[in-house]
């Protein structure tokens, strides 16, 4: 069967553990393009008008794999928790409802499930089994699939640990050991980036931001290439945990590179009306009064210019820049 894999969400998280449980099975996978004019146009016709520009893109890449009449499945998970006592988006655990809502007519092709990250092995393995069983695998080669899914979620994690992105784990999902022992190019500066890896990753939605920051010479580094041991402790300004697992990486791990002193500064990228994010945000903006490092939130929506956010990029190199006695670029 072929099973089509929207480019979005929780893709820049969890597509090498559905990579390794799909091609265990023997099933070929289709990936939505990369976010382009055509799937954010697919995603704003297709979405409800108050959500944030990420949930509308998704709607788009689903949108995009349902019009392809050889695509038997598409896989629209509920990732409903990623760690203890910690719980998604609720627009995002509710995703599976909002697509089979929006897509009536394919709702029978939309193949989806109740995952449970971080919690052990059994919740996987109960999810998997699931999905199996709709596509007809028998138990042993479901619990194989699974054990070839975790294993390659784990290989990726070790990849982003070693400072490699996402883009490039999903570029090198064949040949992640390659991958792993490939070393990182230093470069001359070094910023974070901070927020969710949908808005991170998502180069037609931030204005390529990582591509921009390498061509000037910038090494980036990202919040999910981090061991939560090393931010566990930044909780200034906060009671307690956050509720969504992805605001306290963000917000955290944003703190942790705030008191790096290797790196240069910090950048936030964020949607439009993800009320997550604003939180992040501000405690992040707390933070970096005290630090005196760097810090910019880049905020998009459906409306957004490249040319803006290229200026802004531009300016926050040569803060940089300024602040270590570099000059400015043009100089």
Same mark, same amino acid.
């Given at each position: 069967?072929?099973?089509?894999?929207?480019?979005?969400?929780?893709?820049?998280?969890y597509?090498p553990?559905?990579?390794?449980?799909?091609?265990?099975?023997?099933?070929?996978?289709?990936?939505?393009?990369?976010?382009?004019?055509?799937?954010?146009?697919?995603?704003?016709?297709?979405?409800?008008?108050?959500?944030?520009?990420?949930?509308?893109?998704?709607?788009?890449?689903?949108?995009?794999?349902l019009?392809? $009449?050889? =695509?038997d499945?598409?896989f629209?998970? %509920?990732?409903? /928790?990623?760690?203890? @006592?910690k719980?998604?988006?609720? +627009?995002?655990?509710?995703?599976?409802?909002?697509? $089979?809502? =929006?897509?009536?007519?394919d709702?029978? %092709?939309?193949? /989806?499930?109740?995952? @449970?990250?971080?919690?052990?092995? +059994?919740?996987l393995?109960?999810?998997f089994?699931e999905?199996?069983?709709?596509?007809?695998?028998?138990v042993?080669n479901?619990?194989?699939a699974?054990k070839?899914?975790?294993?390659?979620?784990?290989?990726?994690?070790?990849c982003?640990?070693?400072?490699?992105?996402?883009?490039?784990?999903?570029?090198?999902?064949?040949?992640?050991?390659?991958?792993l022992?490939?070393?990182?190019?230093?470069?001359?500066?070094?910023?974070?980036?901070a927020?969710?890896?949908?808005?991170?990753?998502?180069?037609?939605?931030?204005?390529?931001?990582?591509?921009?920051?390498?061509?000037?010479?910038v090494?980036?580094?990202?919040?999910?290439?981090?061991n939560?041991?090393?931010?566990?402790?930044?909780?200034?300004?906060m009671i307690?945990?956050?509720?969504?697992?992805?605001?306290?990486?963000?917000?955290?791990?944003?703190?942790?590179?705030m008191?790096s002193?290797?790196?240069?500064?910090?950048?936030?990228?964020?949607?439009?009306?993800?009320?997550?994010?604003?939180?992040?945000?501000?405690?992040?903006?707390?933070?970096?009064k005290e630090?005196?490092?760097?810090l910019?939130?880049?905020?998009?929506?459906?409306?957004?210019?490249?040319?803006?956010?290229?200026t802004r990029i531009?300016?926050?190199?040569?803060?940089?820049?300024?602040?270590?006695?570099?000059?400015?670029?043009?100089?």
């Amino acid at each position: 069967m072929k099973i089509g894999i929207p480019r979005g969400l929780y893709f820049y998280v969890y597509y090498p553990m559905w990579y390794g449980f799909f091609e265990s099975l023997g099933h070929d996978m289709v990936l939505s393009v990369p976010t382009n004019k055509t799937i954010l146009n697919l995603g704003v016709s297709n979405a409800v008008d108050d959500i944030c520009i990420s949930v509308k893109v998704y709607h788009g890449h689903v949108k995009y794999l349902l019009d392809k $009449k050889d =695509v038997d499945y598409v896989f629209v998970p %509920r990732v409903v /928790s990623e760690d203890k @006592y910690k719980y998604t988006c609720s +627009k995002l655990a509710a995703m599976p409802d909002l697509i $089979k809502s =929006v897509f009536s007519k394919d709702a029978d %092709r939309i193949l /989806s499930v109740n995952m @449970y990250m971080n919690q052990g092995r +059994k919740p996987l393995f109960d999810a998997f089994g699931e999905i199996g069983r709709k596509l007809g695998a028998s138990v042993k080669n479901v619990k194989k699939a699974v054990k070839e899914a975790v294993i390659y979620q784990e290989k990726a994690t070790n990849c982003l640990r070693n400072g490699h992105n996402f883009i490039e784990v999903v570029r090198n999902i064949r040949n992640l050991d390659d991958l792993l022992d490939k070393p990182v190019k230093e470069r001359q500066y070094k910023v974070a980036l901070a927020g969710f890896p949908y808005d991170i990753y998502d180069s037609y939605m931030n204005g390529d931001v990582i591509k921009r920051l390498e061509e000037a010479d910038v090494r980036v580094v990202v919040t999910d290439m981090l061991n939560p041991k090393v931010y566990k402790k930044y909780t200034k300004y906060m009671i307690k945990d956050l509720f969504w697992h992805q605001a306290n990486v963000a917000a955290k791990g944003g703190m942790y590179y705030m008191d790096s002193p290797d790196i240069d500064g910090v950048i936030t990228i964020s949607s439009f009306n993800c009320g997550i994010g604003a939180i992040y945000e501000k405690l992040l903006d707390l933070y970096s009064k005290e630090t005196g490092k760097p810090l910019m939130h880049i905020v998009v929506d459906e409306q957004t210019g490249d040319a803006g956010l290229v200026t802004r990029i531009e300016a926050f190199i040569d803060l940089i820049r300024v602040k270590k006695g570099d000059g400015l670029v043009a100089s």
